[in-house]
């Protein structure tokens, strides 16, 4: 029993757990301590915890505002974490799709030691420390745009701009949503190169690098196609339904915001005002207009865009882009009366069938499960019209896709109700990979068979 209890701690589901449950728990004692306060108090356990776990799992939800309570050693601390948070992950999940060469879904993480001998090892390394210099790099030119026009636009200070614009940078690329604005972004909406290059960031941050590497090395210039090379079906995938989210969403909200929340801009920012509604679900967290006051339809919208995420291999949340497009290419295959789903000319197996509807599965669960037990926390404040059960859904749903996008209500929850939520920031950051960790293992010899037996559904 005692040799289960190592195996089981030396697996790869408990070295995710640990990766992300350690540096939380330091952020969470060095933001309690006066010295990361504006005020020089001690800061309250859950509240310090609340934004450590957020920062970790570069989700961006707050109870308090960053820029105002915490001093410049506390948001350095937010800082680092949504680095490490953000970065960490990128790598861990790279190294899962490269290891096992398997391009539509993360399978299983397997120990780095293991595999760091030979020629493999070399490459992971290689791409590896890719993901490290191109993550660096992007974070500082978008920083070096945004102090620029902080600078010149906005009047800051060389050091003031700097600050801010590297620290906006690092969380738009991690998708963590941190603003050291009171109000998020709503301040700056008007100035459209702060706003574009945050966007860009955070597409960049939620593509996923083996994508990104891809499109690196891909001659897109050259007409023969043995020298320009060849893209992956994983990064078509991962391209046609990122450009078809955004899309989609930019027109939606553009639609039914524009009267309501976007009515005081001129018709250039409600565009691109529009444009970085419809990024930021997926799964950063900034915010140009307050949720709580656009359409119930937008917030629907936004709800179905925060489940779906970003890619594999990123810093984004969600069940991830390839397991929704896997799963409605395999639906609209069983529609149509066939047996395989096809994809650009190539058929998708029944095993990554099987594990994108694990994926889609395990969201349903936690979402439900954790919602199901806000309403029961917070009957209090719903029953007095404190806020809604839609509002509430709204907060769940964003914390397991660690967006940060928030009604505003998550102050006002009940101790038990922060602690729900940390809890879904937390499986919201580790539960997908864990899963495809459990579904993906190597297939165990079935000894025994059971005799089959159809069951009516539908």
Same mark, same amino acid.
């Not at 210039?221 to 995938?237: F, M, P, V, Y």
């Not at 594999?312 to 882009?321: L, M, R, Y």
């Not at 409605?328 to 650009?344: D, N, S, Y």
């Given at each position: 029993?005692?040799?289960?209890?190592?195996?089981?701690?030396?697996?790869?589901?408990?070295?995710?757990?640990?990766?992300?449950?350690? &540096?939380?728990?330091?952020?969470?004692?060095?933001?309690?301590?006066?010295?990361?306060?504006?005020?020089?108090?001690?800061?309250? &356990?859950?509240?310090?915890?609340?934004?450590?776990?957020?920062?970790?799992?570069?989700?961006?939800?707050?109870?308090?505002?960053?820029?105002?309570?915490?001093?410049?050693?506390?948001?350095?601390?937010?800082?680092?974490?949504?680095?490490?948070?953000?970065?960490?992950?990128?790598?861990?999940?790279?190294?899962?799709?490269?290891?096992?060469?398997?391009?539509?879904?993360?399978?299983?993480?397997?120990?780095?030691?293991?595999?760091?001998?030979?020629?493999?090892?070399?490459?992971?390394?290689?791409?590896?420390?890719?993901?490290?210099?191109?993550?660096?790099?992007?974070?500082?030119?978008?920083?070096?745009?945004?102090?620029?026009?902080?600078?010149?636009?906005?009047?800051?200070?060389?050091?003031?701009?700097?600050?801010?614009?590297?620290?906006?940078?690092?969380?738009?690329?991690?998708?963590?949503?941190?603003?050291?604005? &009171?109000?998020?972004?709503?301040?700056?909406?008007?100035?459209?190169?702060?706003?574009?290059?945050?966007?860009?960031?955070?597409?960049?941050?939620?593509?996923?690098?083996?994508?990104?590497?891809?499109?690196?090395?891909?001659?897109?210039?050259?007409?023969?196609?043995?020298?320009?090379?060849?893209?992956?079906?994983?990064?078509?995938?991962?391209?046609?339904?990122?450009?078809?989210?955004?899309?989609?969403?930019?027109?939606?909200?553009?639609?039914?915001?524009?009267?309501?929340?976007?009515?005081?801009?001129?018709?250039?920012?409600?565009?691109?005002?529009?444009?970085?509604?419809?990024?930021?679900?997926?799964?950063?967290?900034?915010?140009?207009?307050?949720?709580?006051?656009?359409?119930?339809?937008?917030?629907?919208?936004?709800?179905?865009?925060?489940?779906?995420?970003?890619?594999?291999?990123?810093?984004?949340?969600?069940?991830?882009?390839?397991?929704?497009?896997?799963?409605?290419?395999?639906?609209?295959?069983?529609?149509?009366?066939?047996?395989?789903?096809?994809?650009?000319?190539?058929?998708?197996?029944?095993?990554?069938?099987?594990?994108?509807?694990?994926?889609?599965?395990?969201?349903?669960?936690?979402?439900?499960?954790?919602?199901?037990?806000?309403?029961?926390?917070?009957?209090?404040?719903?029953?007095?019209?404190?806020?809604?059960?839609?509002?509430?859904?709204?907060?769940?749903?964003?914390?397991?896709?660690?967006?940060?996008?928030?009604?505003?209500?998550? &102050?006002?929850?009940?101790?038990?109700?922060?602690?729900?939520?940390?809890?879904?920031?937390?499986?919201?950051?580790?539960?997908?990979?864990?899963?495809?960790?459990?579904?993906?293992?190597?297939?165990?010899?079935?000894?025994?068979?059971?005799?089959?037996?159809?069951?009516?559904?539908?």
């Amino acid at each position: 029993m005692g040799l289960d209890n190592q195996e089981k701690t030396k697996s790869p589901q408990w070295f995710i757990v640990k990766a992300v449950a350690v &540096p939380i728990i330091l952020g969470t004692v060095l933001l309690m301590i006066p010295l990361a306060n504006r005020s020089g108090q001690w800061t309250d &356990p859950l509240t310090a915890l609340f934004m450590s776990t957020s920062a970790m799992c570069v989700t961006g939800h707050t109870v308090v505002d960053p820029g105002s309570y915490f001093s410049l050693f506390g948001q350095l601390v937010l800082l680092g974490l949504v680095q490490l948070g953000g970065l960490g992950f990128m790598t861990l999940a790279t190294a899962c799709l490269v290891l096992l060469g398997r391009r539509l879904s993360i399978q299983s993480e397997l120990t780095l030691n293991a595999s760091m001998g030979g020629e493999e090892a070399d490459q992971l390394k290689r791409l590896l420390y890719r993901t490290v210099v191109f993550t660096l790099a992007a974070e500082g030119v978008g920083a070096l745009v945004l102090m620029i026009r902080l600078g010149l636009g906005h009047g800051f200070t060389v050091g003031r701009a700097f600050y801010y614009g590297v620290f906006h940078a690092v969380t738009a690329f991690c998708n963590a949503g941190f603003s050291l604005y &009171p109000d998020n972004l709503i301040a700056v909406r008007d100035d459209k190169i702060f706003i574009l290059t945050v966007g860009a960031l955070i597409i960049m941050g939620g593509l996923g690098f083996l994508v990104i590497n891809e499109f690196s090395v891909f001659k897109f210039w050259r007409e023969n196609r043995l020298t320009r090379g060849r893209l992956s079906l994983h990064a078509k995938i991962v391209v046609m339904a990122s450009v078809t989210l955004i899309v989609a969403g930019w027109l939606v909200f553009a639609l039914l915001e524009w009267n309501k929340t976007l009515a005081p801009l001129c018709v250039t920012d409600k565009m691109t005002c529009a444009l970085f509604q419809s990024i930021t679900p997926r799964t950063a967290g900034f915010s140009v207009v307050k949720m709580e006051q656009t359409h119930s339809a937008t917030r629907f919208v936004t709800m179905l865009l925060m489940v779906i995420g970003g890619s594999p291999g990123s810093a984004a949340g969600g069940i991830k882009t390839t397991t929704a497009v896997v799963l409605l290419f395999a639906m609209l295959a069983i529609v149509r009366g066939k047996r395989e789903a096809i994809i650009m000319g190539r058929t998708i197996p029944i095993r990554v069938v099987e594990e994108s509807l694990s994926v889609l599965l395990l969201g349903i669960v936690v979402v439900g499960g954790l919602y199901g037990l806000l309403l029961v926390s917070e009957e209090s404040a719903l029953m007095t019209g404190q806020f809604t059960a839609e509002a509430l859904l709204f907060e769940t749903i964003s914390t397991f896709g660690t967006v940060g996008l928030s009604n505003g209500i998550l &102050p006002e929850l009940t101790i038990v109700g922060k602690l729900l939520i940390i809890l879904a920031m937390f499986i919201g950051r580790i539960g997908p990979l864990t899963m495809v960790l459990v579904v993906g293992l190597k297939d165990k010899r079935q000894l025994v068979r059971f005799p089959e037996e159809d069951v009516n559904i539908g």
